[in-house]
């Protein structure tokens, strides 16, 4: 069932009522209005997207001088090029003239830009080269009207971008995770596959089902076989610690279980969160696949299966699961209110080749199965809280404690808005 999801009471100061009073129900999920209301969604994306740090490629997406992709957010689209000087630019594919999208296909290769309304000319850097025969106003520049440009930051071979140009500094956050994301040489890798879900449901529910696994043993039977993170820490403490214990002098990596957690309210700038964690995999499990046997060569710097996976966050909304042998990228993108893409990208070492050193349908099993799973279960979900009669319930104070903290992170977001929508 696919929901059009509306509240008739809807406005700027219900909003802020609302917040409040959720804020005063710490510990619990929140009220059908958030995943119903129209303002709460334009505050979100006012107040959080657009001022996040968000996983927008991989550097292998452009290679050559020229090359471009678009990311689209919301209902914007940004271009992501690498100009002919073959620095990276990051712009709005808006018109300086009167707004049209001045780039339709969703990557290729290009020497300008010219926006098919009127045929203003870009360069691949985004600057005006040429609009015709605007030589008539008087006063007029072409280097007044370049495309917008928008910030990015290009670390270990992923680009990210903030729309907000007041953002806080992301470098700081990454280079954090410099050793412990470093052992993947993700600048080298290779792009095996990336699928994209379409979840019919709230963006919320995606992410808040991402950062709890109090699910995993009831709804990922595949995953909860090979991955301790289905079970209290001190059941499977005793695991992790032996993990922790082989992990560097195994993968020769030194510092590759540090963790840090620096995310929602712990990051040092609004939306530059920065999480790492090295967790255990079941005994005979050396990587995320069917049985737990690798499928594909070892990544980057790692010398070895140690029996552990990594875990990060980078930014609110961009995830990796970190194998020895592939790493597995999440990114979850609002797209309307009872709508969100959840990007999967798999990467694989750099020189590893398709059917030669990897079966691309092996290497993606697990989370493609796992991603379906959670598809039908955040739907489920969906349909649940935007029932009339759905009354929120406590939060599993460890499994959910993730997603308590993206809620409290959230509200006191939406609430900043709301409050300066509402004057
Ligand atoms: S809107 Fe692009 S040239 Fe007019
Ligand atoms: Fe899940």
Redesign the pocket.
Known sequence: MKFIATDVTDSAARLAEMVTRQQGKPGFAIDSYFYRSHVTYQTELEQIVYKSWIYAGHISQIPNHGDYFLFELGEDSIIVSRDDIGEVQVMHNICRHRGSRVCEEKSGNRKTYVCPYHGWVYNTDGSLMTARDMDLLEGFSCDDYGLKQVRFEVFQGMIFINLDDEAGDFRGPLEKLNTVLGAYDLANARVADARIYRVDANWKLCLE?YLECY??AT??RAYARGHTLKELDHKVRPLNEAMWARAEKVTGIKGITAGFYDYYDAASAFGACAYHSRYALYEGYQTGSEDGKPVAPLMGHMQGFDGGAGDFQLGPLTFMLNYPDHCVLYRFIPRGITSTDMEIVWFVNGDAEAGVDYDRDKLTWLWHR?SQ??EAIIVRNSEGVNSHFFEPGPYHPEFEAMSMKFISWYLDALGRGAVSGSE
């Open positions: 089902n699910h995993c709804s990922h796992t799973e959670d």
